[in-house]
Nanobody
Framework: QVQLVESGGGLVQPGRSLTLSCAAS????????MAWYRQPPGKQRELVAD???????NYLDSVKGRFTISRDNIKATVYLQMNNLKPEDTAVYYC???????????????WGQGTQVTVSS
């Protein structure tokens, strides 16, 4: 089947940068939209950024100008470059992808395991 594996989370001081990675693997025909969500402690999960196969990108208002989403279609990997991190960016970050499976050609949604990002001095 298909899985998403995240990496890159950790503890960082305000104003610093951090990059998250998420690699999709398995029986993949095509990866369509890839996205990053986050869930701050005690709050609902929210969409941070998404990146469609055709190149459309959207960002959560609070991260515009600071975060950059990118993807490598050969590696089936999506990245989130986070600059000028703020304490309010503290959350569990989840990778999301809509993937067409190789054999069934069905489109399914997949989630990464989540990675903790903590911004604190």
């Amino acid at each position: 089947q298909v899985q998403l594996v995240e990496s890159g989370g950790g503890l960082v001081q305000p104003g610093r940068s951090l990059t998250l990675s998420c690699a999709a693997s398995g029986n993949i025909f095509r990866v369509n939209t890839m996205a990053w969500y986050r869930q701050p402690p005690g709050k609902q999960r929210e969409l941070v950024a998404d990146f469609t196969l055709t190149g459309r990108i959207n960002y959560l208002d609070s991260v515009k100008g600071r975060f950059t989403i990118s993807r490598d279609n050969i590696k089936a990997t999506v990245y989130l470059q986070m600059n000028n991190l703020k304490p309010e960016d503290t959350a569990v970050y989840y990778c999301y992808a809509e993937i067409i499976e190789r054999y069934t050609r069905s489109t399914d949604a997949y989630w990464g395991q989540g990675t903790q990002v903590t911004v604190s001095s």
